[in-house]
């Protein structure tokens, strides 16, 4: 009898120490835990306000966001812990003194989502001009075409050479006794520039589109859109975008991408070449080979 009592208090015993333990081990986590919430950690903060774009590299440079302290508790998931890892990008939103900065508040400059500016061309810039149907060759242009500009206005003969409402087109040299003298006006056309690509029209910058198929026995569709607005925006260096702003009458006409630009002298009214006889192809065209 004895020994069953003894070996009652043994377990007993045992029982007890296992609960112990347990119950250390459990409450020694949730210390843990609570320490580990309340621990404070470097991360990369906000120090002044920041604008949607701006560059993160300027940022860091000017301490605008820095390394600061916050609690463990109180981090986003997607904190960034070094201001390395957001080198090279943009914000892509305001952004308040004091916040968090996270992964996603920052990307590179081709995700920035209401910029335009990364489809440019390096060195290029874009500029607009208005042109109604007749101008942009009855809306038959589309993003990414390339197109020849035409300046119709005023010409005047002088000693400086041939002018288009103030433009020159080609110029003497000065002193020249071979330069023409002054006359009176007459109608003309200049090629102003020759093969500008054409980045938008209207707002839209345009996108990839599928060939439509054929029914056997029909012609092919056409894939020709009419655009949705007169606003013709060209992709050109800064110094063309400048002469676009003061050229006179433009007017488009549509090349092919394999155009070759050529010299073109500037067209008076009158005489008209069908006066003599002239075809636009220099040959009868049904006689021609075709593109040629």
Known sequence: MSSRRTLILVGALVAGAVAALLIFQYVGGI???????????SVVIAKAPIEKGA????????????????????????????????KGQLAQLKIEPGTVITST???????????????????????????????????????????????????????GGMTVDGGTVATAPEGDPAAPAPTASFGCAASFYQKVRILAIGRSLGSAAATPVATPGEAAPSTTAAPTSDLITFEVPQEVAQNLHLAPDVYLTLVRKDYVPHPIEPSRYLPTPGVAGETPYGADPETQTAGE
Request: with cysteine.
């Open 55 to 86: 560059s993160a590299d300027d940022l860091i440079n000017t301490q605008a966001v820095d390394i600061g302290e916050r609690r463990q508790s109180e981090l986003p998931a997607n904190a960034v812990m070094r201001p390395e890892e957001i």
């Open 105 to 159: 508040m920052f990307q590179s400059d081709g995700t920035l989502t209401n910029s335009v500016s990364p489809v440019l061309k390096p060195g290029m810039v874009a500029v607009t001009k208005t042109a109604d149907q007749v101008h942009a060759v009855a809306g038959l242009i589309t993003q990414g075409d390339y197109v020849n500009l035409t300046v119709v206005g005023t010409c005047i003969d002088g000693p």
């Open 31 to 41: 210390e843990e835990k609570a320490q580990g919430n309340a621990q404070v950690v």
